[in-house]
């Protein structure tokens, strides 16, 4: 029979847990609603982006565009902070109609359509393929309310914030924290303020080896082989037309992106070539520029996305060979 002073013994234990842990959901959850209000940059999706910007010039595209393009670093037509980059992972931007109307979207709201553009479009099969069921942008998120609370529950969560990583367990935050402490920078938590950035997503990440990613892509490949995991351009020639159509002063490029040797091998082997896929958009588009060689592995954090200290020398190759493109043209 439980005795009064047992009773009054585990009150107090399960009030010691308690408050232990609720300070520890504060300490969890008060810096990721702080961090997120203040500094956009740890919405490691990239929703903050969708906000009106004053630019005409814009990037389009997957993690390869939005980790492997600063707009800040044009030094051309496209320079004086009037670039912007509003591309988005993989599992949110493939050229899926919700991403398309996104964008058109963006440019009704922040490009002026009696200036010239450049629009920037990155493209390689991954992009091309029926993928995207996880897309944030299925939720139907307004463009016009950055500052509403449902961008905070959209672009991450507590641990991803603490881990300082896109990808966060509990470990994770508890390394980040450490290290963050420590003076150690980590990933996408140390990347500049996204509207500093002009959306730009720098990977500040390092890795040796690219056998792991050489390994995922193999597996892609052979998906489409054995599997009808195909390879589709309507969404994005119906963007293009789109842009065509309100934008006549707009400059369209399609862009290859790079990756690392062994990565490119597999996208060479992949049927149809990426080239013959996108033949039906070169009529409605000013160039098409294949990149995918256009720098030595490394450059490349995982083989597949450029790193931050890449990035400059990347984007003057990409603005120089537009802008030759548009020399070369009758």
């Known amino acids: 029979m439980e005795t009064p002073a047992s009773s009054t013994s585990n009150f107090k234990l399960f009030r010691h847990w308690a408050i232990v842990i ?10 990721w609603f702080s961090q997120l209000y203040t500094c956009p940059c740890v919405d490691s999706r990239g929703v903050f982006r969708l906000a009106p910007v004053e630019a005409n010039h814009f990037i389009f595209g997957t993690s390869r565009a939005a980790q492997g393009v600063d707009p800040r670093q044009f030094r051309n037509t496209m320079s004086g902070n009037n670039a912007y980059n509003f591309s988005f992972n993989l599992s949110d931007s493939p050229w899926s109609p919700e991403y398309c109307s996104l964008i058109l979207s963006k440019l009704e709201e922040s490009a002026n359509p009696e200036l010239d553009s450049e629009l920037i479009f990155f493209v390689d099969h991954w992009s091309l393929a029926s993928q995207g069921s996880n897309s944030i942008f299925k939720r139907n998120i307004p463009s016009s309310s950055r500052n509403q609370l449902t961008y905070w529950w959209y672009g991450t969560n507590p641990l991803q914030v603490l881990a300082g990583s ?15 402490a420590l003076g150690v920078q980590r990933g996408f938590y140390d990347c500049p303020c996204i509207e500093r950035s002009r959306g730009w997503m720098p990977n500040t990440g390092k890795n040796p080896s690219f056998s792991g990613k050489i390994r995922e892509y193999r597996r892609h490949a052979s998906r489409h082989d054995s599997t009808s995991y195909g390879f589709n351009i309507y969404n994005l020639s119906q963007l293009i037309l789109n842009i065509r159509d309100d934008f006549p002063q707009a ?18 082997s992949l049927q149809p070539s990426l080239h013959t896929l996108i033949q039906p958009l070169l009529p409605h588009v000013d160039t098409y520029i294949d990149l995918s060689n256009a720098l030595h592995d490394s450059s490349f954090v995982d083989g597949n996305h450029i790193n931050a200290m890449s990035v400059p020398h990347f984007t003057h190759i990409l603005e120089d060979q537009i802008t030759n493109h548009a020399l070369q043209q009758p």
């Open 166 to 180: 896109e990808v966060g367990d509990l470990g994770g935050a508890i390394i980040g924290l450490t290290q963050r």
């Open 22 to 31: 609720g300070a520890g959901l504060a300490l969890a959850i008060g810096p």
């Open 251 to 268: 400059k369209i490029h399609l862009i290859r992106p790079p990756v690392c040797k062994g990565i490119r091998q597999i996208e060479d």
